[in-house]
């Protein structure tokens, strides 16, 4: 085990999650010709 404070895991990944989310939904966003509905979206987060 290290004793350096400065040696911690940069990994974080409930981040990792949440950027993964975001970027599904940029995606449905872009590739939509209009708004996406709420059920979509719920469906692209993991909801239903």
């Not at 290290?2 to 990944?13: K, Q, Y």
């Not at 949440?18 to 692209?44: C, F, K, P």
Request: net charge negative; proline share 4%.
């Amino acid at each position: 085990m290290s004793t350096d404070p400065f040696d911690v895991e940069l990994e974080d990944p409930e981040l990792l999650d949440e950027v993964g989310l975001t970027a599904s939904l940029m995606v449905a966003a872009n590739q939509s010709e209009g708004h996406l509905a709420q059920d979509e979206i719920d469906r692209l987060l993991g909801l239903r």
